[in-house]
């Protein structure tokens, strides 16, 4: 159990005031020479070291009032983050600088950190941006109210979270447009094709029919004998993108980031540099494995966070990484 310290001090001028007293008494009454001098040496002694131990208990309850206070909001100095020790997160919120924490004001603190689900997520406000040096995109006059999620293939780069499926699946189409173009293609273009469900239903006999595809299964579903249904799949083929150059003989390696390990992109590259058995025309499913933009646990972690953040979306990203796995991309390049 601690000692207080206001009791105890209590105790000890209580004690020294009852000294005082008896010395008097012994020595018959009144204030003797022996009183004056047991006086001086309180004044001199013992007031001083009160004066000490109460001063010692403030310092000691300022400390700790201090320590409680970071552990409880977690303020995070400028210097901290300067330090060349500290590691960003895999999220950042912007915040607007006119709304700060009145314990942001105490400490001089630029932000603070929060896990949210299974993110860590960094909070700082815009106009200490200059102390962590990484990239925000796309640009904007102003980020605060933002939320920005690390590039997957760049640690120094933070996407807008709004505009992240967008941002990376116009680098990826630029990729490929990059190496059609670096092995001296004539014509490329890509084609998306995506799993899609439809009910089917109609009415004969005034009754209602309908199929519902579970699986691979077709189940019939009635009501009363009434309603009869299912689910059909079908495929839509897009063309995401196509591309006419003049063409040359000349190929060179490309650089490559989202495709650097997907297997029919380097046969590609590796087939069209080999001058002994010039290539033609070349057609191939990208793997979605190699290029996806979130993997489906990632996507998860990243709604319940923004979720705890109370960030409003339109969209769930484990929705968009699920139908992101569905799409087939077929990549085509004629020379």
Not at 18 to 44: C, D, F, H, I, P
Not at 280 to 306: G, H, M, P, W
């Amino acid at each position: 159990m601690g000692i207080n310290p206001a009791k105890s001090i209590g105790h000890v001028a209580t004690a020294a005031g009852k000294g005082l007293k008896q010395t008097a008494k012994a020595v018959g009454g009144g204030v003797s020479r022996a009183g004056k001098k047991a006086a001086e040496v309180a004044q001199n002694e013992v007031s001083p070291a009160l004066q000490d131990g109460v001063s010692k208990a403030m310092q000691t309850a300022n400390q700790l009032t201090t320590i409680t206070k970071k552990k409880l909001f977690g303020p995070i100095s400028r210097e901290c983050v300067e330090s060349g020790t500290f590691a960003l997160p895999q999220m950042i919120e912007i915040m607007s600088a006119s709304n700060k924490r009145p314990i942001d004001l105490e400490f001089e603190a630029i932000g603070w950190k929060s896990t949210e689900g299974k993110l860590e997520v960094l909070h700082i406000y815009e106009d200490d941006l200059d102390a962590i040096h990484c990239e925000f995109y796309p640009a904007a006059a102003s980020k605060a109210g933002s939320i920005y999620y690390v590039d997957q293939l760049n640690a120094h780069r933070y996407v807008n979270l709004a505009k992240y499926l967008d941002v990376i699946t116009e680098e990826k189409k630029a990729e490929l447009l990059n190496i059609a173009y670096r092995l001296g293609a004539k014509h490329c273009h890509l084609e998306c094709r995506e799993e899609k469900l439809s009910v089917k239903s109609g009415k004969a006999g005034g009754k209602v029919s309908s199929k519902f595809h579970v699986g691979e299964a077709t189940v019939n579903v009635t009501r009363s004998g009434e309603i009869e249904g299912a689910l059909d799949r079908y495929d839509a083929t897009i063309t995401l993108f196509s591309q006419e150059y003049s063409g040359n003989d000349n190929p060179q390696y490309p650089e490559l980031h989202w495709y650097e390990h997907d297997p029919k992109i380097l046969q590609l590259i590796e087939a069209r540099c080999d001058e002994s058995n010039e290539l033609k025309c070349y057609r191939a499913e990208i793997s979605d494995t190699q290029t996806v933009t979130f993997d489906l646990s990632t996507a998860i972690n990243v709604d319940i966070a923004l979720k705890k953040l109370g960030a409003a979306t339109n969209f769930k990203f484990e929705g968009q990484a699920r139908n992101e796995k569905r799409r087939k991309l077929t990549f085509v390049v004629e020379f």
